[in-house]
């Protein structure tokens, strides 16, 4: 008694037109969809990424400044 798992969805309607029969996605709409999420992960990693990385950059250079030195308006 084996089960067997499919990829399908179970649900009234028919395949569109240009979809293959095997999991109901183009390729192109598979690669769309990965590249949406790519992105969308990549814009949050950037957002809370960038200031920490312009300390880092600053600390490490010459002259060393403090901390308080770099996040300080003057």
């Known amino acids: 008694m084996e089960s067997t798992i499919s ?3 179970k649900g009234k ?3 569109s037109k240009g979809a293959s029969s095997s999991d109901g996605k183009s390729k ?5 969809e990965w ?3 790519s992105l969308k992960k990549a ?3 950037t957002h809370y990424g960038f200031i ?3 300390i880092i950059i600053g600390m490490n250079s010459d002259p060393k400044p403090h901390l ?3 996040l300080s308006p003057v």
């Open 43 to 45: 814009k949050v990693a």
């Open 13 to 15: 309607g028919k395949p």
């Open 7 to 9: 990829l399908r969805p």
């Open 52 to 54: 920490p990385l312009i």
């Open 35 to 37: 590249s949406n999420w």
């Open 68 to 70: 308080y030195q770099l």
């Open 28 to 32: 192109f709409e598979f690669v769309k």
